[in-house]
């Protein structure tokens, strides 16, 4: 079973950029997919971004253009970087890894990020 260790959160005032780390405990060439995702309170877990095998990325719509998401697999770590914070983006950030296209994946225990004045 992987761990997936997450950093990189804090609180931040609107307009502002946090980058978050995602440390595998093995090899990220393992997982057919890593991804970030995110829960507010009282809503539903949702995809932010993802990052395949073979480096194509996808973004949820609310974050395109404003967060990036990359991988260095010598440090078996993906990271999020994100720009333009705005206080809708306040979350629990969660790193996932999945070794198919269709499996759910492992988790991370989950990194607060808060955009506030």
């Known amino acids: 079973q992987v761990q997936l260790v997450e950093s990189g959160g804090g609180l931040v005032q609107p307009g502002g950029s946090l980058r978050l780390s995602c440390a595998a405990s093995g090899s990220i060439f393992n997982f057919y997919r890593m991804g970030w995702y995110r829960q507010a309170p009282g809503k539903q877990r949702e995809l932010v971004a993802l990052?395949?095998?073979?480096?194509?990325?996808n973004y949820a719509d609310s974050v395109k253009g404003r967060f990036t998401i990359s991988r260095d697999t010598i440090k078996n770590t993906v990271y999020l970087q994100m720009n333009s914070l705005k206080p809708e983006d306040t979350a629990v950030y969660y790193c996932?890894?999945?070794?198919?296209?269709?499996?759910?994946?492992?988790w991370g225990q989950g990194t607060q990020v808060t955009v506030s004045s």
């Open positions: 996932n890894a999945a070794t198919g296209p269709m499996t759910p994946g492992s």
């Open positions: 990052i395949i095998r073979g480096g194509t990325t």
